[in-house]
């Protein structure tokens, strides 16, 4: 933490996001670390906002970590709701209803939709998820968006 402060010194906080990254490859994970063992620090990085993956069923539970941390003034988060990980479409009332459920922990203005990691694990790589594919859950993202913010500020 204190290594990525120093190098973001002097830069303003709202134009940078930090990506919790458990490692982009397809193999089986099953020992990815609980995004609550390291929330709180994670609150201490001079970021104004903070990408974390939540669509992969390995971290889907871990909303519940934001229950018992004060997300500081200022800084949002951007809960990935398309995974990176599958060629499931994920369906946009499930990313609203995700995206409502994360605002209700820390305010709606402090939540932005966003995606797990990218679509290839390798900047080598072509997309490890077909391009149609990826297309339709970036609609998929942006439709889920859409209903949350409707029923968010209803």
Known sequence: MELINYAVRGF??????????????QA???MDPNIGDFISPLMRINVGAYSF?????????????????KLPEGKVI????????????EHPEWIAERTI????????ENVIAGADF???????????V??????AKLRALAEGARLASKELWA
């Open 28 to 30: 089986p994970k099953f």
């Open 78 to 89: 951007i809960p990935g709701f398309i995974s990176h990980g599958s060629n499931f479409v």
């Open 118 to 128: 990218g679509f290839s694990s390798q900047a080598t790589f072509q997309t490890e």
């Open 101 to 108: 459920l994360y605002a209700s922990l820390v305010g709606r």
């Open 12 to 25: 303003p906080q709202d134009r940078i996001r930090l990506h919790v990254c458990y490692g982009p490859n």
């Open 130 to 135: 077909h391009p149609t594919i990826v297309w």
């Open 53 to 69: 993956e939540a669509s992969n069923p390995r971290h889907a539970h871990e909303w519940k970590a934001w229950r018992d941390v």
